[in-house]
């Protein structure tokens, strides 16, 4: 089992920036992947970026060249660094942590990116 807690979000305008963090409860090498996900009003859930056990990275292709998804071993946190933010971007972000057998999720954190 495992708990994370989001942070980072916020009001940004277009072209800007933001980091968010994943906090874990638990080692993050304990979790074979840990992925963004993003939702925005009336659309599904997306993957937006994720990071496996081994340190390998992957991210969609609506936001290459703008995210990039990172982990500080120490702090157990998974970062993920937005920048050149657009509109389309404005979602409620969420962390999850696939342990194999069993998924969890965070509460999530509200990005909106508006003028």
């Known amino acids: 089992q495992v708990q994370l807690v989001e942070s980072g979000g916020g009001l940004v305008q277009p072209g800007g920036s933001l980091r968010l963090s994943c906090a874990a409860s638990?080692?993050?090498?304990?979790?074979?992947?840990v992925a963004w996900y993003r939702q925005a009003p009336g659309k599904q859930r997306e993957l937006v970026a994720l990071i496996t056990r081994g340190g390998v990275t992957n991210c969609e292709d609506s936001v290459k060249g703008r995210f990039t998804i990172s982990r500080d071993n120490a702090e157990n946190t998974v970062y993920l660094q937005m920048n050149n933010l657009k509109p389309e971007d404005t979602a409620v972000y969420y962390c999850k942590a696939n342990m194999g057998v069993e998924a969890y999720w965070g509460q999530g954190t509200q990005v909106t990116v508006s003028s």
């Open positions: 638990r080692s993050i090498l304990s979790i074979y992947v």
